[in-house]
């Protein structure tokens, strides 16, 4: 087997990927542990990173060939609807779930973070990863 032959064999194997990035979506949910948490929305800022194989023949400027971020959008702010959440880890996994519903996504990880916990506190959170295992 010459050099040439080996190196094209192994890129038979090679699974090519690119990343749909979400960042900065906030979202209100009801989410919390404590009494003062029940019954409130709090804002949550949630980023998104999604591993999706690329398509075969590339993208080809076409729409139908690449992965929608907009419908991650629209299913985690339709998430938000669904009543309450207590951890913010539940929230990040259902999250990375949903991402994972196109079986063109490999990876996906989330960071959900709570804004208005306190004064000195920037946000608190979790990131999660979930991978599809074929």
């Known amino acids: 087997m010459t ?7 192994q ?3 090679i699974e090519s990927f690119y990343t749909v990035q979400i960042s900065g979506l906030v979202v209100d949910f009801q989410i919390g542990i ?3 948490e029940q019954g409130i929305r709090q804002r949550v800022r949630l980023d998104i990173a999604i591993d999706v194989s690329k398509p075969k023949g590339g993208f080809d400027d076409d729409y139908t060939r690449v992965y929608c971020y907009e419908n991650i959008v ?8 669904y009543g309450h959440i ?12 949903i ?3 196109d079986v063109r996504a490999k990876r996906a ?7 208005d916990v306190s004064q000195d506190i920037e946000s608190v959170g979790v990131k999660v990863v979930h991978n599809r295992h074929s």
């Open 3 to 9: 050099e040439k032959t080996h190196f094209a064999e």
């Open 11 to 13: 890129n038979d194997t």
């Open 34 to 36: 404590h009494n003062h």
């Open 74 to 81: 629209n299913s985690v702010r339709a998430l938000a609807d």
């Open 86 to 97: 207590r951890l913010v880890e539940t929230l990040a996994n259902r999250v990375a779930k």
């Open 99 to 101: 991402c994972l519903t």
């Open 109 to 115: 990880k989330v960071t959900a973070s709570k804004l």
